[in-house]
């Protein structure tokens, strides 16, 4: 059984940072299209970041140069650090999972990130 545990969100200023961690059970991490995703209130879902199995990292343009995905491949785990938040970067953080051909996916239960002004 799959099981993608997210920690790490919370309140924190604008200009501030926070560090989201995801730990896994059931995969392996560096065989999975390991990303992750965020909700705001009212909006769809989006990518914020992923790290594929293999190839090149990609980050969705509103978070460039202030997030960055990385993977530890010894601890099984996804990390998200966010530097510089924005209000606008508030919302439910999700892991997700592709297996490596995309043909099953598997989310995290998220973490919420508020950004105060």
Known sequence: QVQLVESGGGLVQAGGSLRLSC???????????MGWYR????????????????????????????ITISRDNAKNTVSLQMNSLKPEDTAVYYCHAWDLFRRYEYWGQGAQ???SS
């Open 113 to 115: 990130v508020t950004v």
């Open 39 to 66: 909700q705001a209130p009212g909006k769809q879902r989006e990518l914020v970041a992923e790290i594929p199995s293999g190839g090149r990292l990609n980050y969705a343009d509103s978070v460039k140069g202030r």
């Open 23 to 33: 730990a896994t059970s059931g995969i392996i991490v560096s065989r999975n299209h």
